[in-house]
């Protein structure tokens, strides 16, 4: 099998910058129907659209370029990250369908290897894969489109915090900097596998260990790193502290960042809400983990401290990273400040 050389950018570092998209979003118009529980208009995982009075489904689609070599790989990655959607929204997933780009001069076999990784991850979630589309490009991009069912009343939205809620991660952060740090031959094996390891997990397991509790807002922690999605959690109505001594991340982060192995996209979601930020007392590396771009990151939800505990337990006995990271508080001036050591 050739060698694949496309890993230029890949995972969720390629997606556009929330500024540029929230610019481009705000021009579209919105038709108003009574069904339509979830929009685009909170930045939401997925759209939420209601058919009975208990069923809705829930809709979903992302893709994105290679960031690992393997393509088997590669494919339960984008899957992960494409399912990942329904169970932030408290869904569960029930159709997949293939998205792909492909160039034709390329092996066939890899794209084959990449649909079987998918496919794989599909299975896991209890879902059935569907069909898909491809067409021919310069590149190769894959993902899917998703479709699930949630109870109207059992929405997860992203924007429900409520002052004195703990904010609880299901996964460690610096996926984009280990990456980052592989295509420049840089990172060891050990960190390498940690990411795989991170970016092959369904959130299935977290929004299941979630379920039984009353979770205010959720959302999963992809392409805009935990700072502007904890921002788009919190809106203008909440503030956050956050306690970086709490933030989990991948081995060796704070090596690559020493050594500058950053993102583009981890300084456009810098540039988007620095100034909604106060670091105190933080190192330079917890801050890009923060503003690190991550592909199928884990989920942050907003519940009640005795809850975030059982969920915490709960997580941690099966072998998953999961800490309570910081704290809803009522509105400040600035919207997010991370507390380090003193």
């Not at 993102?263 to 106060?278: F, S």
Request: with cysteine; aromatic share 8%.
């Amino acid at each position: 099998m050739e060698p694949i050389l496309f890993c230029k950018g890949g995972g969720c570092t390629a997606k556009l910058g929330p500024g540029a998209l929230k610019h481009v979003l705000e021009k579209i118009p919105r038709k108003n129907d009574p069904h339509l529980l979830v929009g685009f208009e909170n930045s939401d995982d997925a759209a939420v659209y209601q058919l009975t009075e208990d069923l809705a489904i829930v809709q979903t689609l992302d893709f994105f370029p290679p960031m690992v070599e393997d393509p088997y790989l590669f494919g339960q990655i984008a899957a992960a990250n494409a399912l990942s959607d329904i169970y932030a929204m408290g869904g569960e997933v029930k159709t997949a369908m293939n998205i792909v780009c492909f160039p034709e001069q390329m092996d066939l076999n890899i794209l084959g290897r990449i649909l079987q990784g998918g496919a794989k991850k599909v299975e896991e979630a209890g879902g059935i894969l569907a069909g898909g589309h491809s067409i021919a490009d310069s590149d190769v991009k894959y993902g899917l489109s998703v479709t699930g069912v949630i109870h109207p009343s059992r929405i997860l939205k992203n924007c429900g915090c409520k002052e004195g809620d703990v904010l609880i991660l299901t996964k460690p952060l610096g996926v984009g900097i280990v990456c980052t740090a592989a295509r420049m031959k840089a990172a060891s094996s050990e960190a390498m596998d940690q990411a795989i390891r991170s970016m092959t997990q369904l959130n299935k397991y977290a929004a299941e260990a979630l379920k039984p509790y009353e979770v205010h807002g959720c959302t999963d922690v992809t392409g805009f790193g935990f700072l502007v999605h904890l921002c788009e959690m919190l809106s203008e109505k909440y503030s956050a502290e956050i306690w970086a001594s709490s933030i989990p991340y991948l081995k060796e982060c704070e090596e690559y960042v020493e050594e500058f192995y950053l993102t583009a996209a981890a300084q456009r979601n810098r540039n988007h809400v620095q100034e909604k930020v106060d670091f105190v007392n933080c190192p330079f590396y917890m801050e890009e983990l923060l503003f690190d771009p991550q592909t199928s990151g884990g989920l942050l939800a907003s519940l009640s401290e005795k809850d975030a505990q059982c969920v915490k337990r709960e997580l941690e006995e099966q072998g998953f990273v999961c800490e309570i990271v910081g704290q809803v508080t009522e509105k400040k001036e600035k919207t997010v400040i991370v507390k380090g050591d003193k």
